[in-house]
């Protein structure tokens, strides 16, 4: 069996530090690696316009904005294939047929449909009534389940919160096969291995990078944007005097280091550390965290530190993504040739689940066989 991978991305902004270390870094290791036999890597626009209905045109303007940060930070064309979902119609009727095979009740069950119904003000009332939900947003896990298994991936990267949203594709798999018979891919998880990826904090501390709460640092956000933005990052709110010591768990300029920084950060930018009244040389990052828990290092040296390991990470891709600015006709076509080689593919899984489901009637052959049946059934 093919190793395939399929991911991708609601197109409702520009993608942020929290994509990247929560999954776009690591597509781009899986792209890189060697060991996958295809990666299907889809902007989501049909999924995000089922909460921006009345806003079409915010989700048509971002699909350039995330491929342009989905190249600019490494994935390539020639070894991905980045599309565009609503141009591949046939994840429309897997979708349809699938809907069958799951019940109200198991979806208003899924801790993520319901963290995100909640998020979006669509059940805040602390009741059960879904009244005011767009359909197409409450069945989001079953055109999740059609887009996964219309590649047949066998493999899907994702953040933690997506679990049970994976797990409702895999018992739609089993629903079908025992059903129609062997048919469709069981797919896999794989969650980021950096444990500070699981899922990145927003700047002002809260559990969430959101676009919509304000607290993101964008991957083309320019270096004093990005200053600005880490000098009001949220630290430990006891640590009042440089001398105070410090808490690191909890402390999400500490949590941004775990995700970005690297080994050689620390003679790269050894003078972060030094100041008027004290200077530090450290090797590792846990010296910096134990040195903050005795007391003495203030608050500002780490967010220098955090601020010239982001911009390390950063400027390349800031770099790639002002060529792609210059030559916006290249991103489309990479669009419009994904979206084709996706459709064919996804034509091909839609064919055996017709063919499963025996409703494939006029292929070759089949509507010979069908005409013979009938016609001997009504002759007697």
């Known amino acids: 069996m093919e190793k395939i991978i399929l991911t991708g991305d609601r197109p409702t902004g520009r993608l942020h530090i929290g994509h990247y270390v929560g999954s776009l870094r690591r597509r781009v290791e ?16 049909a999924q995000a316009l089922t909460d921006n209905a009345d806003n079409p045109e915010k989700v048509r303007q971002n699909i350039l904005e995330v491929a342009m940060d989905y190249i600019s930070a490494g994935l390539d064309p020639e070894k991905s294939v980045l599309f565009i979902q609503s141009q591949v119609s046939e994840l429309t009727e897997l979708t349809f047929f699938y809907e069958n095979l799951v019940t109200v009740q198991r979806l208003q069950r899924n801790p993520t449909v319901k963290q995100e119904m909640l998020l979006r003000g669509y059940s805040d009332d602390g009741t059960d009534n879904k009244a ?15 887009d996964i298994t219309a590649f047949k991936a066998t493999v899907v990267p994702v953040g933690e919160d997506q679990e049970p949203m994976l797990e409702q594709t895999r018992e739609i798999v089993r629903k079908f096969n025992a059903t129609y018979g062997e048919t469709l891919v069981e797919p896999a998880i794989m969650l980021p291995d950096n444990a500070a990826c699981l899922r990145l904090p927003g700047t002002d501390g809260k559990a969430k990078m959101s676009k919509s709460l304000g607290n993101c640092i964008y991957l083309s956000d320019p270096a004093d944007v990005v200053w600005d933005k880490v000098k009001g990052m949220y630290t430990d709110p006891q640590h009042l005097q440089v001398s105070d010591p410090g808490h690191v768990e909890g402390n999400t300029v500490f949590t941004y280091l775990d995700a970005f920084c690297k080994p050689e950060h620390f003679e790269k930018f050894r003078d972060c550390f030094v100041g008027k009244k004290v200077s530090f040389t450290f090797n590792s990052l846990d010296e910096v965290k134990d040195q903050y828990r005795k007391g003495g290092l203030g608050d500002m040296m780490i967010k220098k530190f955090l601020n010239e390991v982001l911009n390390d990470t950063l400027e390349p891709i800031r770099q790639r993504r002002h060529q792609l600015e210059q030559n916006i006709p290249y991103v489309y076509e990479v669009l419009r040739k994904g979206s084709e080689v996706a459709r064919a593919a996804a034509a091909e899984t839609l064919a055996d689940v017709k063919r499963a489901m025996k409703i494939n009637y006029f292929d070759p052959g089949v509507l010979d066989q069908l005409i013979a049946e009938q016609s001997e059934k009504y002759a007697k």
């Open 132 to 146: 005011g939900i767009p359909v197409g947003f409450f069945c989001y896990p079953i055109s999740q389940a059609a």
């Open 30 to 45: 899986l792209q890189n690696s060697g060991q996958f036999d295809k990666i299907f890597i889809m902007i989501a626009d």
